[in-house]
């Protein structure tokens, strides 16, 4: 069992900046990806970014160069910068990961960027 805590959301306005933390507790060892995932009202949840174990990043494309992924110095954590941040980021951003093919989930934590 993997256990995730996601913080650092809140309201910002259009060009700001954010950043977002998962920790990861529990049975950790066999964590192969970190991804960060958003769901807007309405929409369907989508991948926004991810790391894996080797060191791979994955951005959507609609976050290029606006959002960096990155291990943190806390063991088993991930954070997500968000810089230049637009309206239609308004989302709840979750954290995920991948742990020995399974799937875990945190709680979401909510980005506001009024239009």
């Known amino acids: 069992q993997v256990q995730l805590v996601e913080s650092g959301g809140g ?5 700001g900046s ?14 192969s990806t970190v991804g960060w995932y958003r769901q807007a009202p309405g929409k369907e949840r989508e991948l926004v970014a991810a790391i ?11 976050v290029k160069g606006r959002f960096t992924i990155s291990a943190g110095n806390a063991k088993n954590t ?17 954290c995920n990961v991948l742990n ?16």
């Open 11 to 15: 309201l910002v306005q259009a060009g």
């Open 18 to 31: 954010l950043r977002l933390s998962c920790a990861a507790s529990g049975d950790t060892r066999c964590i």
């Open 52 to 62: 894996t174990s080797g060191g791979t990043i994955y951005y959507a494309d609609s």
């Open 78 to 94: 991930v954070h997500l910068q968000m810089n230049s941040l637009k309206p239609e980021d308004t989302a709840v951003y979750y």
């Open 100 to 115: 020995s093919g399974v799937n875990y989930w945190g709680q979401g934590t909510q980005v506001t960027v009024p239009s």
